[in-house]
C-alpha cells in the first residue's frame, strides 16, 4: 500500500486537496481512502440496489449515493460472481450485513444454495459516490 499524506478542506461541494505532513491517511492500492465501511447506513432496496451515505471528503457532509449491484454482480450455478450481471433474478432471501450481501440463489438444476459475497471487496467510495472498481 502507499501512504501519501494529504488534507482535504471542504467548502460546500468544492473540495481542495493540499499537502501537509499533519495528516497521514493510509490509501489504498489505488491511492484512494475508499473503503464503504467508512460510508453509513448501509441498505438494500428492492434486493439489487445498495443505497449509503458517503463523505466526498474528510469532512462531516454525508451525500446519498446508490448503485445498482445487478449491474455487477451475478448468479453463477448458486454463486455470486463479480463481472457478471442479473443475479437477483434468481435470488430469494437476500439480505445485507454490513457490507456482506447474502441470499438463496437459484442454481442450474432450480435448487436454492446460500451464498454470500463482500462488497467492500470491489465497491468503494469514490469521491462520495458508490462505484465498482475492478481490481
Not at 31 to 55: E, F, P, W, Y
Amino acid at each position: 500500500m502507499r501512504l501519501f499524506t494529504l488534507a482535504l478542506l471542504c467548502f460546500g461541494s468544492v473540495v481542495l486537496a493540499a499537502p501537509t505532513p499533519d495528516v497521514s491517511i493510509d490509501l489504498g492500492d489505488d491511492g484512494v481512502d475508499d473503503s464503504i465501511l467508512k460510508c453509513k447506513d448501509l441498505t438494500l432496496i428492492d434486493s439489487h440496489i445498495l443505497s449509503a451515505q458517503c463523505q466526498a471528503c474528510f469532512c462531516d457532509e454525508y451525500t446519498e449515493t446508490t448503485i445498482d449491484l445487478n449491474t455487477v454482480i451475478g448468479n453463477i450455478d448458486g454463486k455470486f460472481q463479480w463481472d457478471n450481471e442479473n443475479y437477483s433474478f434468481s435470488a430469494r432471501s437476500v439480505s445485507l450485513e454490513g457490507s456482506v450481501l447474502k441470499a438463496e440463489l437459484r442454481t442450474i438444476r432450480r435448487r436454492y444454495l446460500p451464498s454470500s459475497i463482500d462488497l467492500a471487496e470491489r465497491i468503494k467510495n469514490v469521491g462520495g459516490k458508490l462505484t465498482y472498481v475492478k481490481p
